[in-house]
């Protein structure tokens, strides 16, 4: 089942430049979103969330935002540097176990 | 402080055997998830502990997938007669309640 949908599954950018990837969700009763960062060979490990109860979340180079009317949010990354390189994987949970997207494989060109 | 571990780290089977991969938590987290990501695909989850509670195991692929915790600690995940469509890198995560997943490095399942 596609709860949460990552439609783009690659995104190549300049250094410098804004980085941003989306995330779409179908069901209502996620109120808690994730990304995490993924590099070859190795586990996710966890970069940004943000509560239902928030629009935006920000932590550094890191900016999330949920539009929960649209069943939208999407990580801004800026400026974008090439260590970012990674696959990002959006997340959503609620009562049920964490569902997360397909993934986008983000490069940074220097 | 550890984080979650997972063994083997790699696996080659052959078709029709079966494996038992294992999954350590991080000390005192009480959910425990077990993903499967095939080459090109993403996270696909297939089934949460919590506690004592009942394991969710909606994402299960089939009846040959199988998984088992002990109390708030290991778990494993048993995959009955390989088919070369399990071969995937399958991820173990713990968290607290609530709290945000860690993963572990991840078995490399190899079906042959």
């Known amino acids: 089942d596609q709860q949460v949908k990552q439609n783009s599954p690659s995104l190549s950018v300049q250094e410098g430049r804004i980085s941003i990837l989306n995330c779409d969700y179908t069901n209502s009763m996620f109120d808690y979103f994730l990304w995490y960062k993924k590099y070859p060979a190795e586990g996710p490990t966890f970069l940004i969330s943000i509560s239902s109860i928030k629009d935006k979340n920000e932590d550094g180079r890191f900016t999330v935002f949920l539009n929960k009317s649209a069943k939208h949010l999407s990580l801004h990354i800026v400026p974008s540097q090439p260590g970012d390189s990674a696959v990002y994987f959006c997340a959503a949970s609620g009562q049920m176990a964490m569902r997360f997207g397909a993934g986008t494989r983000l490069t940074v060109k220097p | ?112």
Do not use: M
Not at chain 2, 49 to 74: C, H
Not at chain 2, 88 to 112: D, E, I, K, M, N
């Open chain 2, 1 to 112: 402080g550890a984080g979650v571990s997972q063994s083997p780290s790699n696996k080659v089977t052959e078709k029709g055997k079966d494996v038992e991969l294992r999954c350590d938590p991080i000390s005192g987290h009480t959910a425990l998830y077990w993903y499967r990501q095939r080459l090109g695909q993403g996270l696909e989850f297939l089934i949460y502990f919590q506690g004592n509670s009942a394991p969710d195991k909606s994402g299960l692929p089939s009846d040959r997938f199988s998984a088992e915790r002990t109390g708030e600690s290991v778990s494993t995940l048993t995959i009955q007669r390989t088919q070369q469509e399990d071969s995937a890198v399958y991820l173990c995560a713990s968290s607290s309640r609530g709290g945000t997943q860690y993963f572990g490095p991840g078995t490399r399942l190899l079906v042959l």
